[in-house]
């Protein structure tokens, strides 16, 4: 593929801008690789170096740990393999002594005398709650807000300018730290993490919603305009309309992003699965974690194909983009 | 652009009534949804306890939390003598360790007192007390440790003596133009805006004040201790025994040096000069350098350590990804259903993705803290296992939408299916594949921080251990700023990357 082998076996003489172009096509050429190969050389040290100073930084020694590693994974094996059916479901296990790791039916939730939900399936329904509201909060915020901060909508420079970085502070501001304040707060429960997730989902389906807005057509607006419309109306029929279907979309996106992130915060006290989990697998309980993994992996497997068919229906296959979002 | 006339509107609603006046299954659906979402926040209220939860929290210590975010406490006891005062700064006040600030004004006289002497051997009681909720002990007020008069007498060796010596006899406290506090021995007299409240102190029996207690004063019962508040500047616990203040100051205390470093307290000029040619404080090293260790091992910021988490962070998400980038590249071509014809693998391929993408970041994150230990490998362990599952689809998405002409260009030569890979699909896809993995650094950072607190190491973990002690908010929204301007600095860094890798600039 090299030009001196073209030059050399193609016979034909170059003429004086032909050997110009080729000259330059050389240039390019070598300059090209001398990029690629810095660019490499780059990566690798940076990655040896990344790597070392997290093995260095550690608790344990990547190949010190590795040992506790497979026997973790030994740890994790159920004594048989309906034992994760039973925790599940919380039905009795035969290996029960008393002690924390086989109580399986004492997490039940009852409804009535008889009839009750598996502890872990109703933690998953919190969680799915949790993100529910929060999406819903986020989306209705965010609505009223995105139009503030479109050019389109919003002729006041300074407000937009105001609104886009107050959502950006909303987007970029650590959820964990708004989730620990309001547990200090609070204390444990799954408040904290609505308001921790809500605020992140107000700042970033904002951002969505008036890029949205911004690259809507301005013909209806003009019409409403033209009629007499205030801005009110202008918005509400003229562009809503047009944008709620995009808007929509990305709800249900950030509804799937939710889920997960309601579950980390849970892990560090919302509430929820996240927080069973977390105590489950640090109390090495297996038949419960890998009941626990189970269900939010089908959860999760769940969530993503409803919203990514309701996403389909909704504006087609245009908003398969990046899948988490900012 | 002109208006309607009145007229004109209403023939346009009459020539198109179907757009003005909306159809009765519409208007019901709508009303359907907007009442099924009021009702399904009703049941949310109910099901979280919201208003419960709302009605209990703790909203005085809210604001003081969020105070402590940009200001910090000093906070003296003094204490009540027959004759004398005695002004005691509990343990790592922000006023140092031989406090004697100018907003505390003393007065010293000769007094005559008789003292109990004691051998004391004080069991140091756990200054935190730990306990079973994540977040630590929440203290009703945020108590100075060490203030708290529970030490443990175990051997009293006791005798009285008569001492004459100097002590203060008067203390007079400026909350910072707020209004002061002046205290004497069975007497103290705050001030603010102009109104002036007395309270009599009759020792270790009751506080009584003199007329009508002002606004922003609050006594429980009579007798009992007097608060006072300053607003922002403080506040002030009146007590049959003492009087505790708490003065409170904006700003992050001690930032550079703490009170055990011989650059404390000196102003910005004096240290720069002790710096450059002053006369050196440990005769070993150069005043730059111990300057430098100084700030680095700063007791209360621990700027060493929070700089090392950060980097922890940083190298977590930038590992992590590029070791998911790196496995997820072959594996998507293997997904690909145009270029691996075997349907087997292609399923096997995308399910295995779709598997370590559902198993969620913070499981893995919760193994692998269990497997490694905390610490960094856990989170790149974490990142790099959801990532390949999330490049791997993506990826194979990428390479199923290439452009097939190239491809059999460079097949009609007769080239090597290697060949054909190399020149015919990556030049298509690689900027695709490059401006998706510099996507999700850039989310990556942000992740990284979260499940750091799970155990994975790095900042988030410094800032949720930081926040469990109620007591350290000013350290969590110094975290706050660094995780900020990272996120700000990389997703510039990110986004300007990913410009030029799919609409470069044409070369001039």
């Known amino acids: 593929m090299s030009a001196d082998a073209a030059a050399v076996t193609g016979g034909a003489r170059l003429s004086e801008e032909g050997l110009a172009v080729e000259r330059h096509w050389r240039e390019l050429a070598s300059r090209r690789r001398l990029y690629t190969w810095g660019g490499i050389a780059f990566l690798v040290l940076a990655m040896s170096g990344s790597l070392w100073f997290a093995n260095e930084t550690n608790a344990g020694k990547f190949f010190d740990r590795l040992p506790y590693f497979f026997g973790f994974i030994d740890q994790l094996t159920p004594r048989g393999p309906l034992e994760i059916w039973r925790a599940f479901w919380d039905l009795p296990s035969p290996y029960d002594d008393g002690s924390l790791k086989f109580n399986y039916p004492e997490g039940r939730v009852y409804f009535t005398e008889t009839l009750y939900v598996p502890e872990y399936i109703y933690k998953m329904v919190e969680t799915l709650n949790i993100a529910l509201v929060s999406t819903l909060i986020g989306f209705g915020v965010g609505f009223v807000l995105c139009f503030i901060a479109a050019k389109n909508m919003t002729a006041n420079r300074w407000l937009r300018f105001f609104v886009r970085r107050f959502m950006e502070l909303l987007r970029a501001f650590p959820e964990i730290v708004i989730a620990g304040f309001f547990l200090a707060v609070f204390s444990l429960g799954a408040v904290p993490a609505i308001i921790a997730v809500s605020i992140h989902t107000i700042g970033a389906l904002g951002k969505m919603f008036f890029e949205v807005v911004e690259n809507a057509d301005m013909?209806?607006?003009?019409?409403?305009?033209?009629?007499?419309?205030?801005?009110?109306?202008?918005?509400?029929?003229?562009?809503?309309?047009?944008?709620?279907?995009?808007?929509?979309?990305?709800?249900?996106?950030?509804?799937?992003?939710?889920?997960?992130?309601?579950t980390i915060i849970g892990a560090v006290g919302g509430g929820g699965i996240g927080e069973t989990l977390r105590l489950s697998i640090s109390r090495t309980h297996e038949a419960k974690t890998l009941a626990i993994v189970l269900l939010l992996f089908l959860t999760i497997v769940a969530v993503d194909q409803l919203s990514a068919y309701l996403r389909r229906r909704l504006v087609g296959d245009q908003a398969f983009e990046f899948g988490r979002g900012s | 652009m002109s208006v309607l006339t009145q007229a004109e509107r209403d023939a346009l609603v009459d020539r198109h009534p179907d757009v003005f006046s909306q159809s009765r299954g519409s208007l019901i659906s709508k009303g359907a949804v907007a009442a099924s979402v009021a009702a399904y926040f009703a049941f949310a209220w109910w099901f979280f306890s919201i208003g419960t939860v709302f009605s209990e929290g703790r909203w005085d210590i809210a604001g003081s939390y969020l105070a402590d975010w940009v200001s910090y406490e000093s906070r003296p006891d003094i204490e009540f003598g027959e004759k004398h005062l005695e002004?005691?700064?509990?343990?790592?006040?922000p006023a140092g360790n031989d406090p004697d600030p100018e907003w505390l004004a003393k007065e010293t006289a000769v007094v005559e007192r008789t003292v109990t002497t004691a051998t004391q051997t004080v069991s140091g009681g756990g200054e935190r007390s730990s306990s079973n909720s994540l977040l630590g002990t929440i203290g009703g007020e945020a108590a100075p440790s060490g203030s708290s008069g529970g030490s443990v007498t175990s051997e009293a060796d006791s005798q009285v003596e008569t001492l004459r010596q100097e002590e203060v006899v008067r203390a007079v406290v400026d909350m910072s133009g707020a209004g002061a506090i002046e205290i004497v021995p069975g007497l103290v007299t705050v001030t603010r805006g102009g109104e002036t409240m007395i309270a009599d102190i009759a020792l270790d029996e009751a506080v009584t004040v003199r007329g009508e207690l002002p606004e922003w004063a609050s006594q429980k019962a009579p007798g009992a201790k007097v608060i006072v508040s300053f607003g922002f500047a403080g506040r002030a616990e009146i007590e049959d025994d003492e009087v505790k203040v708490r003065h409170r100051f904006l700003g992050w205390e001690n930032f550079f040096f703490d009170a055990n470093s011989p650059f404390w307290g000196k102003p910005a000029g004096e240290v720069m000069s002790l710096l450059t040619s002053g006369e050196r404080v440990d005769p070993t090293r150069s005043n730059l350098a111990v300057a430098c260790d100084n700030i680095l091992?700063?007791?209360?910021?621990?700027?060493?350590?929070?700089?090392?988490?950060?980097?922890?962070?940083?190298?977590?998400?930038?590992?992590?990804?590029?070791?998911?980038?790196?496995?997820?590249?072959?594996?998507?071509?293997?997904?690909?259903?145009?270029?691996?014809?075997?349907?087997?693998?292609?399923?096997?391929?995308?399910?295995?993705?779709?598997?370590?993408?559902?198993?969620?970041?913070?499981?893995?994150?919760?193994?692998?803290?269990?497997?490694?230990?905390?610490?960094?490998?856990?989170?790149?362990?974490?990142?790099?296992?959801?990532?390949t599952g999330t490049f791997g689809k993506l990826y194979s998405e990428a390479l199923e939408n290439i452009d097939d002409k190239q491809r059999e260009g460079i097949r009609s030569v007769g080239a090597s299916p290697a060949s054909v890979q190399r020149f015919g699909v990556v030049p298509q896809v690689l900027p695709v594949f490059l401006a998706q993995s510099l996507y999700f650094w850039e989310s990556n950072t942000r992740s990284a921080t979260i499940i750091g607190a799970v155990g994975a190491g790095g900042i988030g973990l410094k800032l949720w251990e930081a926040m469990r002690t109620n007591q350290d908010w000013e350290n969590v929204a110094y975290m706050v700023v660094l995780i900020l301007v990272v996120v700000f600095v990389f997703d510039n860094i990110s986004s300007t990357l990913r410009q030029q890798l799919i609409a470069p600039k044409q070369p001039k």
């Open chain 2, 87 to 93: 002004i005691d700064f509990p343990r790592f006040d």
């Open chain 2, 297 to 387: 091992y700063n007791s209360e910021w621990q700027h060493y350590d929070v700089w090392l988490k950060l980097l922890q962070t940083i190298v977590m998400a930038f590992a992590g990804t590029l070791l998911a980038t790196i496995v997820a590249f072959p594996l998507a071509f293997m997904a690909a259903r145009n270029i691996m014809p075997n349907r087997l693998l292609n399923q096997a391929s995308k399910r295995f993705f779709d598997f370590l993408r559902s198993v969620d970041m913070l499981i893995w994150a919760l193994f692998f803290t269990r497997a490694f230990g905390p610490g960094p490998l856990a989170g790149i362990s974490a990142i790099f296992f959801t990532d």
């Open chain 1, 219 to 262: 013909k209806p607006d003009e019409g409403l305009r033209a009629a007499g419309g205030n801005w009110l109306e202008r918005v509400w029929f003229g562009t809503v309309p047009q944008v709620l279907p995009n808007f929509l979309s990305y709800g249900l996106l950030r509804f799937e992003i939710n889920v997960r992130a309601s």
